[in-house]
C-alpha cells in the first residue's frame, strides 16, 4: 500500500537537482544585471555615470568604477546643457509676471527651481556614487547564486520594469520640453542682433538641455522603483527556500541557518541602496507634493488658456504616477520581508 504525501509536501518534495542551488560559477548571470544595465547606460549618455564596460561587458563582475578623462569632457558638455537650459529660462522669465498673482508667481518660479534641484542632486548623486552602484551590482550577483531563484523568469519580470522605467523617463523628459514652449520665443527676442543659425542652434542647445534635465530629474523615480522590485524577488526567493526547509525530511537546520545569512546578507544590500538613494528620494517626495498642489492651482487659475490647463493636468495626473507607483513598489517589497 503507498503511503499518502500530503499536497503540500509533494510541491516541494520534487528530485534533489530541481531545487539545487545554481552554482557559484554561475554567478555572473544575474537576474537583476540586464535591468541595472539598461539603467546605467541612460545615465552614461547623459553624462552622469563613471561605471564602465557597460557597452561591452555582458556581466557585472566584469564592470569597474573609474574616471576617464574622455568622460570628464562629456560630462562638462552635459553640464553646459543644463547651464544653457537654465541660462534661457532665467534670462526670458525674470521679472513680474504679467496676469499672475503673487501665488501664481511663486508657484511658476517655484517649479522651475525644485526640477533643476532635483536634476542637479540626482545627477550628482549618481555620478559620486558610482563605485557604490557597481557594488550593488556585484552583490546582487553573487547573492543570487545562493538564493532560490527562477532566474530567467524574475530577469525577464525585472528587464521589463526597467524598460518601463526609461519610456516613462522619457514621456516625463518630452513633457518638460513641449510645457517649456513658451520660453523659447522670449529667448529670442534677447537675441535680435546674432545671425538665425545660431538662434537655431541656441533653440536646439536648449531642447537638449531641457531633455537632459528630464532624464535626469527621473532616475531617483528609477532607481527607487526598480531595487524594491529586485528586493522583492530576493526576498521572495528567501521566503520559498524557508517554506521548503520547513517541509524537508531532513537538513532542516542548516537550510535555516542559510535563510538567516540570506537575509542579513539582503538587509546589508537594501542598506547600500538607501545610502544612495536617501537625499534624493526626500527631495523626489517632497518636491512631489508640492507639484500636485501648484499644478492643480495652475488649472484652476482664471485667465490661462486650455493648452496650459491640460499641460498643468498631465503635470498632476503624472507626478502622482511617481508617487503612488514609487509607493507601491516599496510597500510589495515589504511584504515579502519575514
Not at 556614487?129 to 532566474?151: G, P, V
Not at 536646439?204 to 523615480?221: A, E, H, I, P, R
Amino acid at each position: 500500500m503507498s503511503r499518502y504525501v500530503p499536497t503540500y509536501v509533494r510541491k516541494f518534495s520534487a528530485p534533489r537537482n530541481e531545487f539545487q542551488f545554481e552554482s557559484v560559477e554561475r554567478s555572473h548571470d544575474s537576474a537583476s544585471y540586464p535591468g541595472y544595465r539598461t539603467f546605467l547606460m541612460t545615465c552614461k549618455l547623459t553624462g552622469c555615470c563613471f561605471v564602465n564596460g557597460l557597452w561591452t561587458k555582458q556581466h557585472a563582475s566584469e564592470l569597474s568604477a573609474n574616471i576617464a578623462p574622455s568622460y570628464v569632457c562629456y560630462c562638462v558638455v552635459t553640464l553646459l546643457f543644463y547651464g544653457w537650459s537654465l541660462g534661457v529660462i532665467t534670462t526670458s522669465q525674470v521679472g513680474p509676471r504679467e496676469g499672475l498673482t503673487r501665488t501664481a508667481t511663486v508657484i511658476f518660479y517655484g517649479f522651475y527651481i525644485l526640477v533643476y534641484v532635483q536634476a542637479a542632486v540626482n545627477a550628482v548623486i549618481i555620478a559620486s556614487r558610482s563605485a557604490r552602484l557597481l557594488e550593488i551590482l556585484k552583490t546582487c550577483a553573487a547573492l543570487e547564486a545562493k538564493l532560490h531563484l527562477r532566474r530567467a523568469e524574475v530577469r525577464r519580470r525585472l528587464t521589463k520594469v526597467s524598460r518601463w522605467c526609461l519610456v516613462l523617463a522619457i514621456l516625463d523628459s518630452i513633457k518638460y520640453v513641449v510645457s517649456d514652449r513658451k520660453v523659447i520665443p522670449s529667448a529670442l527676442k534677447l537675441m535680435t542682433a546674432v545671425h538665425d543659425w545660431i538662434k537655431i542652434m541656441a533653440v536646439c542647445l536648449y531642447c537638449v538641455g531641457v531633455f537632459l534635465v528630464g532624464m535626469w530629474f527621473g532616475l531617483t523615480f528609477w532607481l527607487i522603483v526598480y531595487n524594491a522590485n529586485v528586493m522583492r524577488e530576493y526576498f521572495a526567493g528567501a521566503n520559498e527556500t524557508l517554506v521548503r526547509a520547513l517541509v524537508a525530511p531532513s537538513g532542516c537546520a542548516r537550510t535555516l541557518q542559510n535563510v538567516r545569512l540570506h537575509q542579513a546578507e539582503l538587509r546589508r544590500v537594501l542598506s547600500m541602496m538607501n545610502s544612495v538613494l536617501g537625499i534624493p528620494s526626500v527631495l523626489l517626495y517632497g518636491q512631489g507634493v508640492f507639484f500636485m498642489c501648484a499644478t492643480t492651482f495652475g488649472v484652476l487659475l482664471s485667465g490661462v488658456s486650455v493648452l496650459d490647463r491640460i499641460l498643468s493636468a498631465i503635470y498632476a495626473v503624472s507626478m502622482a504616477v511617481i508617487l503612488v507607483v514609487s509607493a507601491n513598489a516599496a510597500h510589495k517589497m515589504t511584504s515579502e520581508v519575514i
